[in-house]
């Protein structure tokens, strides 16, 4: 299966559903759940509680779309290079190409990039996902959030008034297509001066080189 075959369906979708593409073993190391000390087939059990932990809170089951990639020195054991599990696409890049260069031509390949967020701490990633209008978060907002991705918004309490009375905006209201690309355009400069999604995005950071390590030996663990 090419690498291409995973765009199909999230190519033609609405603005209304949003899809995640999702650094695998750099959100894994954010997580924690990789120890040292872990054999191949621990290894193995814990990418696949991952990818239960990720099923169980990002809604495939109600029309969206996740996609993982994970680095590869060499295939997988317990997975195909390409496939579906609980409705998860999960990818692993082989060969000269790594999960970056495959998020990146996934990125650059995706005729509706807008409702896709982009899950890596890596900046080339982030970067990249800017430049295509996605949505980027970094590995640890991810995973600080995760328990909350999958609860639907509740009106608050008391929030009705009496008739007439004077209501404030609601701040919180979904902002449809036709005000999204007013205001895309409205910040569209803006967005790009440079070093601004750094003041923005202060947590922003490039990874370490302790971290790249770890990273490293995750994937070394599979051969």
């Known amino acids: ?5 995973f765009l199909g369906r999230s190519t033609a979708r609405g603005l209304s559903v949003m899809r995640w593409l999702i650094d695998g073993y ?3 190391h954010a997580s924690g759940i990789l120890g040292p000390r872990l054999s191949r087939e621990g290894f193995r059990r814990a990418r696949r509680r991952f990818l239960d932990e990720l099923a169980r809170v990002l809604p495939t089951e109600a029309g969206g779309e996740v996609t993982v990639v994970f680095d590869a020195r060499v295939p997988p054991g317990d997975f195909p290079i390409a496939s579906s599990y609980r409705g998860i696409r999960v990818l692993f890049a082989l060969g000269d190409e790594d999960a970056d260069s495959r998020i990146e031509f996934i990125l650059d390949h995706d005729s509706n990039p807008q409702n896709l967020k982009v899950v890596s701490s890596d900046r080339r990633i982030r970067q990249a ?11 640890d907002e991810f ?3 995760k328990d909350r991705l999958d609860q ?8 009705a008034t009496r008739p007439g009375a004077e209501q404030e905006p609601d701040r919180d209201r979904p902002v449809n297509p036709d005000e999204a690309r007013f ?8 967005e790009h001066l440079p070093g601004i999604r ?4 202060p947590s922003a950071a490039l990874l370490t080189d302790d971290e790249i390590a770890e990273i490293q030996r995750i994937i070394d663990r599979e051969g």
């Open 1 to 5: 299966m090419k690498p291409g075959d």
């Open 26 to 28: 750099n959100v894994m």
């Open 129 to 139: 996902a800017r430049r295509r209008r996605a949505r980027p978060m970094t590995a």
């Open 143 to 145: 995973w600080d959030q």
């Open 152 to 159: 639907p918004e509740r009106p608050q309490a008391g929030a």
């Open 183 to 190: 205001w895309v355009e409205i910040f569209r400069d803006i």
């Open 198 to 201: 750094d003041v923005q995005s």
